[in-house]
């Protein structure tokens, strides 16, 4: 079928790609007027056959938001828009009762897959009304994986990113599970093939999983982890998980756990622990230390043995 | 080869019918006179040819320390004795040593895989000298899964339990980590499809691993999970891990939430929380409240609206 | 001074009264006509000579938003405003840039103190220009208490409430460490006076302080906490803390824990645990069991003692 | 009364010499010669009248154990000793039954105060019978500050160590409640004077506490804390209230969130994020990034806004 695709960065590229080998006719719009296929949206929208299929692959915030507004001026009564970003979800509601009083179609689409989406396909999770959903699903048959799974209509508008917000929070804790297992086995001086411990856990155990075939990859590469610091960046979705956990009174304490380890990884100091060293100081007597090695409080006993 | 099985329950048992099916000569002996082939470990050690192999599959504890030190009596230096069962690795520490005073061998072997092993393999994780692990290759072939993975000697003595103890304390996290997403979909309102949304994610994403698997069948026999009280056991396993992380300062903040989360479930009412709701109450100023719908205290400003 | 007082609930009844007694003149407004001083806001504004301080004392959200805006329509240029409820930071900070606008000034002021403020004064936490909060500054001291703590210009608009918000964030986690440290002595057996142990360190430890203080005094009523169910409420502070960090990227664990904590106490049942019971039951093998007490699965070695 | 002390250090010197203060005789024996009163212990015991009382204040461990092993080959029946360091209360039961073996008595005693205790006393937290504990009153009553608390027989044999274990987590937990409420008034970039914030908080606020005093005390002498590490050791204490947890399956995640924060501070790279950076490199399908600015990985889209 025709569909618009606007934003052609690695992912929206990507999947314009996928689906022009699927036999759809793509229109493509990017800001780099080198890889875009029209010199605007307008263009775009005059170049689809009505209804029109647009899908918004833009960062999330501001650019998706502008994006959806400047559609929702040049769109036509009875065109459907899909925001296949990362937008959080509480804007997808926004967005979707903005077009539906235009009477314009709305879809949020939570996507995995990265870059190994183009060959693998695209994990899809769709939020929106049904009529919506189905007149976009040979778009969505094509970007899926080949297989039976990889696709799901969760609910209403929202749904798709909420789930797929909710997908990398587990990610989070799965991450960080498996970090912790080899820290513990790092430090406890015992095992002495540390990445063939790991590679073992490929069959027939409990944990076995795709981050774990990523893990013995990236172990093949360097064994003791040496080149890469730890140090993570988070995307928004750690954040906005935990928030809505806490807006819906959730107690959430291993994805939260796991986000919070994120942000201590990229503090050279923490403020905290300065007030933890510093009432140690004051109640064990001592001195200041401002050296990292020179402990110098807290023993409430300090006597000889015998 | 010729091996001793001590312990026919419901791993014992088969670990031995699979080990017979690939050729190995095993003898059994259990507690039960039915299900055993010898009436005792001295008639056992008589039937097994020098050098000895003995497999120890009794609960971890007391059992496992009892039968090992009887066998330490029974066998005779050169012979080896393997723990698959579920000890602790200071254990197995205790047990290499005493063992090895006599000239006998001793390997641990963490053993994954369930009621699922005895036709996809059992993982295995071992600690020990090269030569017993070398010796017992034979055996370890035939317990493990058919392909390339699933078996690791980690290190020395030891290593095995602790490997699979973390292996087990990874689990713990991944577990949870889907529980929590899980619990913030169903709270959301958002997501009408609730299995499905975990069954799509079987392809294409990032948290696809056995687990997942698993959590899709046990929606398909009960998609509400509404006939599962949301109570768990732990193993000694994950405390284990816990413990470790404490002895070795390795901040296991998501591993632990996991194991507390467990602790937490089979509580009816938590101690801790009557303190903090005694607390809410004096602060607060209101009498204290017996009733669990009849939250008294702690609002700060009280005052109508205009 | 003059001070008009909307709002003569709990803490905003017993503010007026303290005023009273401090020798200012406060007009009072509440919705209900028993105990106003005045028929609406216009009279209350009416009788107030300019230029005016009003104290807004209503619950936090709309109520508050609706009285600051309403106020913006009836006061003058060089009038002020203080919001003495539980506003959230970002509410004042639109309220503070809404009334400069009209040339009227914004004070937050996050108050502390509940019952016990009428006598002892209400410690003070507040935010705004500092030629707004001088000009207050008798209303202020008569609020706080007598010594020379209790009250901080904390900095711009919005930065009281902050403060405050982060006291309450603090509290939950001073008595989340409480409550666990009974839990844990509780659980011991060990201790055969719980009461008096927590009362003897009222002096001498490091943990006294005044929630030790309350502590003591719940346990003079009920020694073991028996007539209060383990089940706590959250005030929107405490989300509003952790909502906070994770926007700031700021690592919030124990503050975040006790917050989890409540939310916990008020499931009867925990979604997330249903999911690791089921997945428990799956790898273990065995029926799905619904009766608490029926623990099914997991058991990895099932194996008879010798 | 008489009474030997074994340990004169910090701790033992400044106990010894309050007891001198209150009219005891005390006999002191120390590893240093220069400051010991007798020899060695055996003309300790020698000096001291029977029925005898002996406090010992060594390092807890190998120090304490071996001094009490020499002490029951030492004393009589009808002697009695306590144990006043910073001993793991299951080692106070070992000793208790050793020595009672004997007919010597024994009792453990926690002991808080630090350096502030010769002047102000020390609350003591006291295990063991009845009736040795109440020979030894008058010995307690000496220590402890004059007010009516500071001292409490808790239980048997042992609980004295528990409840100062236990007393030592809940102030892992308020110290780090207090950091993070720190850390985050710091980020928030709101707050312009923040010493002043924690100055006010000292009266009328419901976190009133000495660490608060104390914090207060350390911003007077370094406003912005930077002449302190954010690096923190822990006590045995904190990590044995959390194995004791476990042991006991009660969830604590403040006291243990706060155990962990102090081990993730003497880290200079977390393994655990070392794992969670390579596996948002392997899935995002970038380049391994050695250095920390240089975040590579994990954006799941990357587009251009329109």
Same mark, same amino acid.
């Given at each position: 079928m025709d569909i618009g695709m606007i934003g052609l960065g690695r992912m929206g590229g990507n999947m314009a790609e996928r689906l022009r080998r699927g036999g759809h006719n793509v229109v493509g719009y990017d800001r780099d007027p080198q890889i875009s296929d +029209?010199? =605007?949206? *307008? %263009?775009? #929208?005059? /170049? $689809?056959?009505?209804?029109?299929?647009?899908?918004?692959?833009?960062?999330?915030?501001?650019?998706?938001?502008?994006t959806i507004h400047r559609l929702g001026e040049l769109l036509e009564p009875g065109d459907v828009v899909v925001d296949g970003g990362n937008s959080h979800y509480v804007d997808d509601q926004k967005h979707g009762e903005e077009l539906a009083a235009k009477g314009i179609g709305f879809v949020?689409?939570?996507?995995?897959?990265?870059?190994?989406?183009?060959?693998?396909?695209?994990?899809?999770? +769709?939020? =929106?009304? *049904? %009529?919506? #959903?189905? /007149? $976009?699903?040979?778009?969505?048959?094509?970007?899926?994986?080949e297989g039976e799974y990889g696709f799901v209509h969760?609910?209403?508008?929202?749904?798709?990113?909420?789930?797929?917000?909710?997908h990398n929070g587990i990610e989070y804790g799965m991450m960080q599970a498996f970090g912790e297992g080899y820290e513990l086995i790092a430090a406890s001086g015992l095992v002495t093939n540390v990445p063939e411990t790991f590679r073992s856990w490929k069959e027939g155990t409990v944990i076995r999983s795709w981050l774990l075939d990523l893990m013995v990859r990236a172990m093949d590469d360097d064994p003791e982890l040496s080149g890469i610091r730890g140090y993570a960046q988070d995307s928004g979705e750690g954040r906005w998980t935990v928030q809505a956990a806490v807006d819906h009174a959730v107690p959430l304490p291993v994805i939260t756990a796991a986000l919070y380890a994120r942000f201590a990884s990229r503090q050279d100091d923490s403020p905290a622990m300065r007030v933890v060293a510093a009432l140690?100081?004051?109640?064990?007597?001592?001195?200041?230390?401002?050296?990292?090695?020179?402990?110098?409080?807290?023993?409430?006993?300090?006597?000889?043995?015998v």
């Open positions: +029209v010199a =605007g949206l *307008e %263009e775009l #929208v005059e /170049r $689809l056959p009505a209804p029109r299929a647009v899908w918004v692959m833009v960062p999330a915030g501001d650019p998706t938001r502008q949020d689409c939570g996507v995995s897959g990265g870059v190994w989406g183009l060959e693998n396909g695209y994990a899809l999770m +769709v939020g =929106g009304d *049904e %009529e919506h #959903v189905k /007149r $976009l699903m040979p778009i969505f048959e094509t970007l899926k994986p969760a609910g209403k508008v929202g749904a798709g990113h909420f789930v797929k917000m909710v140690r100081n004051q109640f064990g007597g001592h001195a200041v230390e401002s050296a990292k090695g020179a402990d110098s409080a807290g023993a409430d006993v300090e006597a000889p043995s």
